[in-house]
């Protein structure tokens, strides 16, 4: 099946291409490389005291990406699919009434579209790809834009990249106001933005090692915005056991009228070994977002944005904001328990520090997340998932419990 679709595929690129160049079928497809994915989820999220009470959510994904040599230098990548997502909301009550969102047939985007140079020692891709960046959202779909990347490998333990787009899809930025009140200021607007990023890795004897620089011009947001963005990653195994460091910063000036951004950061440690068959993982990560004088902070969050690379890998807690200062810890197990299906337990927890304004309170989160891995093939898997948190605010208004199950398919070629 997997020969039949690649072929299909090639075929249909290539007799485009015959039309434009009078190759043959057979010079056409036999230097195309064809790689992607088809992704099913089915899932119920129902969440205590909210009007839509309970609601379903159908997403599907199709990824499909093409690399063809073009020469010994040059090869040509082009990635077309969509992601596609159809809630059920639910009306006041227990009826759950369909909306707005009912299913339709989504539209093809083309994801990328570059060329790659191996010059040797160097690599340089120009063109619409991926974002190299440790601040952009990896949850879902990684993020993309028009750019330039190169990477240069001195040897072993340094290898040398940069990157810059001028267009992208990172994220919005939040907008800035005279209201008050604490907001991300995420690393790109939707207006003029230029984004640059200079990295350092390599491995020096058992230490791995990533350094990120990032630089963003937001000449959209209210007059223009720099933001500034410093990420560090150290790894090591010692004793059997993998140890894994992170730190991200984010500054910001603005020439909004008495404005300024105060620093943020966040630090997590992770550390992760194997006993017999059963894998074990922990991780505490702690942000810090100084309140400003004018209520404004910069965002290296614990959420889906600007992330950093520190999510703790549950599902809810993932989605949750770290918007003043705050701390999040994870303990996970995970282990097969016949051939081909791997049982995981992961308990997560919280706390977003009030802030400085008049009522604010702490909130507390804790997340236990369940999960079955059915590998049906080196190609093909079912995962089914079960999460509950419960979310405390200071003990002022109670606590609220939400409930979210997925049944997900995913097939890759």
Request: hydrophobic content about 40%; proline content about 1%; charged content about 20%.
């Amino acid at each position: 099946m997997t020969k039949m679709i690649k072929m299909s595929l090639m075929a249909a690129v290539a007799v485009a291409g015959t039309t434009a160049s009078a190759q043959s079928l057979e010079d056409a497809i036999k230097n195309v490389d064809v790689s992607g994915y088809v992704d099913y989820r089915l899932e119920n999220k129902s969440v205590e005291g909210s009007d839509a009470k309970s609601f379903n959510v159908n997403e599907y994904a199709v990824n499909v990406t093409l690399t063809s040599k073009v020469n010994d230098i040059v090869k040509a990548t082009v990635a077309v699919g969509f992601d596609e997502k159809t809630t059920d909301n639910g009306t006041a009550g227990d009826e759950i009434v369909l909306t707005a969102s009912q299913d339709a047939d989504p539209s093809m985007n083309v994801s990328n579209a570059y060329f790659t140079f191996n010059l040797g020692g160097t690599t340089v891709m120009a063109g619409k790809q991926a974002i190299p960046s440790a601040f952009v959202d990896k949850v879902d779909t990684a993020k993309t834009g028009t750019g330039i990347v190169a990477l240069h490998k001195v040897n072993d333990a340094l290898t040398l990249a940069g990157a810059h787009f001028m267009n992208n899809n990172i994220a919005t930025t939040d907008a800035v106001t005279t209201t008050g009140g604490v907001y991300g200021l995420k690393i790109v607007d939707a207006e003029d933005t230029k984004t640059t990023e200079l990295i350092a890795m390599g491995k020096i004897e058992m230490v791995n090692y990533a350094v990120h620089y990032n630089m963003t011009d937001i000449s959209g947001l209210a007059g223009g915005t720099e933001a500034n963005h410093l990420f560090v990653k150290v790894g090591a195994a010692v004793a059997g056991v993998n140890l894994e460091l992170k730190h991200a910063t984010a500054s910001a000036d603005t020439n909004v009228a008495a404005t300024t951004f105060a620093d943020s950061s966040v630090t997590q440690l992770k550390a992760s070994t194997k006993v017999s068959d059963v894998t074990l993982s922990a991780a505490y990560a702690t942000a810090d977002k100084e309140k400003g004088s004018d209520d404004y902070s910069s965002d290296v969050a614990l959420d889906g944005d600007n992330d950093a690379e520190v999510h703790l890998k549950v599902w809810q807690l993932s989605t949750v904001s770290i918007t003043n200062k705050g701390n999040a810890m994870m303990i996970g197990a995970a282990m097969p328990v016949m051939d081909n299906l791997t049982a995981s337990l992961t308990y997560a927890s919280a706390t977003n520090d009030a802030t400085t304004a008049v009522g604010a309170t702490d909130t507390d989160y804790k997340e236990i997340l369940a999960q079955l891995t059915y590998k049906m093939s080196k190609n093909f898997t079912v995962h089914g998932r079960y999460s509950t948190m419960n979310t405390d605010t200071n003990k002022v208004n109670g606590s609220t419990d939400s409930d979210y199950s997925r049944l997900s398919v995913k097939y890759t070629f």
